[in-house]
DNA sequence: AGCTGATTTGAGTGATCACTCAATGCTTGA
DNA sequence: TCAAGCATTGAGTGATCACTCAAATCAGCT
């Protein structure tokens, strides 16, 4: 019984099979059958929307339009609401851990790496009108007791984070740059700490002064590891 | 057209004006007409839920069964969700204002309270199963532009706080247990920064003997301040 | 051209959202 | 004892929620 007597318009688009949502080029090489959406594309739209808005206020019909795709489209590509959530929260965890592996892996002094790290973020987000706080803190902070895993595993992945810089603390230890007896699991801790702190000033609006004041602050007390007097905290 | 002839039992509850719910006693003094709820029971329950479950993820339904009232006593009372969260978001700045001001207000000495503030946070949320992060971060970072008003409020309620903190730092400093240089408003900035991750961390669920040895850290950096060397901070 | 099967579509689903209001019930003053 | 007046009630409002599925669309093959 669908009367489609007065549908004057139908909606048209076109898709390249790239993701990109240009008009139907001649040359169109296909050879299963290609997807006029772009996963990592839709992921990092769905990344941005999610961060911006965290995961409660994001409608369905906000990733539509961030997305570009139907319902339909999505359910068939991600699932649920739920589930794509979880991929973007991976997504944005992997890339947070490679920064971080770049420090370790870098050729520089690595605690000069994790001060300059800290100096690097304010300076990033002291620029970026839409300043944000870590997403996994974000995602920790939403959820709620009848989304225990997003929660756990927004734990698990800053647990997992933590471990990283841990390492390269572990690493700064072994090349040198910080005594033998340095506690490193108690300087990764305090490090992922100020990290989180910094970022949450930002996202309130800290001054960029201010905030890259504050790095430099936490820079410095990394830094003074370094020359011995500090390296190991203060005794209770 | 309403049947109540299957209506074998009706719900019974006794309020007495002063917002307990205890059963009714012969002596009610009532001059124009005394609410059978209490406007600060309520806001208190609001408090706890909108605390744990955030704005988003709390709904009217939550609130009735939380306050012990109907939709209609509710917006009679608190006008609209939006509204009662932000009552809820004032009580809980006073809170925590007032918390701050016994620091300066009591006997002891100034730094020695900022410092045994940061501990005992610690050790309170290190004993609460429900550990949870600042109201007002968790506002700010949960409010979206279409919400802007809760964002610049939590902001603007930060800032309070904020001041609060760097008057006990002056006073401090006037009582001569910080050198006449120290730079109050970076001191603190740095102390709501080191409060904002304490809290962050109890909430992630960091154990209690980290926890407060995180604390304890953060809490001997400022009584180090009183003792001379590090009252200003490093020099950029 | 026409068939085939993978893919996209978007109107529609029931549930739940924040919120309303006519009806009810209780307290008070007469 | 009762009328008056207001606080409380809770079923009901339209809107929006996350999500579904039959139909349409399109590329590749014959």
Redesign the pocket.
């Known amino acids: 019984m669908?009367d489609?007597s007065d549908h004057s318009i139908?909606?048209?688009?076109?898709?390249g099979?790239d993701g990109t949502f240009a008009p139907?080029s001649p040359i169109?090489?296909?050879?299963?059958?290609?997807?006029?959406?772009d996963r990592n594309v839709a992921l990092d739209a769905a990344l941005s929307l999610f961060w911006r808005k965290g995961y409660?206020a994001?409608?369905?019909?906000?990733?539509?339009v961030a997305l570009?795709?139907?319902?339909?489209?999505?359910?068939?590509?991600f699932?649920?609401?739920?589930?794509?959530y979880l991929s973007v929260l991976e997504r944005y965890f992997l890339r947070t851990r490679d920064e971080l592996r770049t420090l370790r892996d870098g050729s520089g002094p690595v605690l000069k790496g994790l001060a300059e790290h800290l100096r690097g973020v304010a300076r990033r987000e002291a620029h970026d009108p839409g300043r944000s706080a870590c997403m996994l803190v974000r995602t920790m902070l939403d959820a709620t007791a009848g989304e225990a895993e997003l929660g756990a595993r927004a734990r698990s992945y800053l647990d997992a984070i933590r471990d990283e810089i841990e390492a390269a603390f572990r690493q700064a230890r072994a090349d040198g740059e910080l005594p033998d007896q340095a506690d490193t699991a108690l300087l990764a801790q305090r490090y992922q700490s100020n990290m989180t702190a910094l970022r949450i000033e930002a996202h309130r609006g800290l001054g960029d002064a201010a905030l890259i004041g504050l790095a430099e602050q936490m820079a410095q007390e990394i830094e003074a590891l370094g020359s011995g007097r500090l390296a190991s905290p203060p005794k209770a």
């Open positions: 669908l489609l139908l909606s048209i688009r076109f898709c099979k139907p169109f090489r296909c050879m299963t059958r290609a997807r006029p959406y409660h994001t409608s369905l019909k906000d990733l539509e570009r795709m139907k319902p339909g489209s999505i359910y068939a590509a699932d649920s609401k739920h589930a794509l």
